[in-house]
Nanobody
Framework: QVQLVESGGGLVQAGGSLRLSCAAS????????MGWFRQAPGKEREFVAA????????YYADSMKGRFAIYRSNAKNTMYLQMNSLKPEDTAVYYC?????????????????WGQGTQVTVSS
């Protein structure tokens, strides 16, 4: 059974940083496409970043480029999202997701397992 467990969310002031973690069990992160999405109240789930399984290529939503970094630890079977220069508009519940095969990394419909989410709140 695949389980994804996020952690690392919290309250931070604008300009601050947070690192989110997504610990996987039942699935090897180095053999899976892994992604981060976020959802703010009243809004649709939004793509943040993704990392491919075989070669570790990374993809980002335009608004996250240069501020966020996705990476993984194969030894810990964990994916991370380092978030810097946070803005109030980054406030959302952040979810990690996984799939063995993804054609469109930005589409939430491509992922078959999801974590429960972790709240990130950025105060102005």
């Amino acid at each position: 059974q695949v389980q994804l467990v996020e952690s690392g969310g919290g309250l931070v002031q604008a300009g601050g940083s947070l690192r989110l973690s997504c610990a996987a069990s039942g699935r090897t992160v180095s053999r899976s496409a892994m992604g981060w999405f976020r959802q703010a109240p009243g809004k649709e789930r939004e793509f943040v970043a993704a990392i491919t399984g075989s070669d570790g290529n990374t993809y980002y939503a335009d608004s996250m480029k240069g501020r966020f970094a996705i990476y993984r630890s194969n030894a810990k079977n964990t994916m991370y999202l380092q978030m810097n220069s946070l803005k109030p508009e980054d406030t959302a519940v952040y979810y990690c997701a996984s799939s063995y095969y993804v054609a469109n990394y930005g589409s939430p419909y491509e992922y078959d397992y999801w974590g429960q989410g972790t709240q990130v709140t950025v105060s102005s």
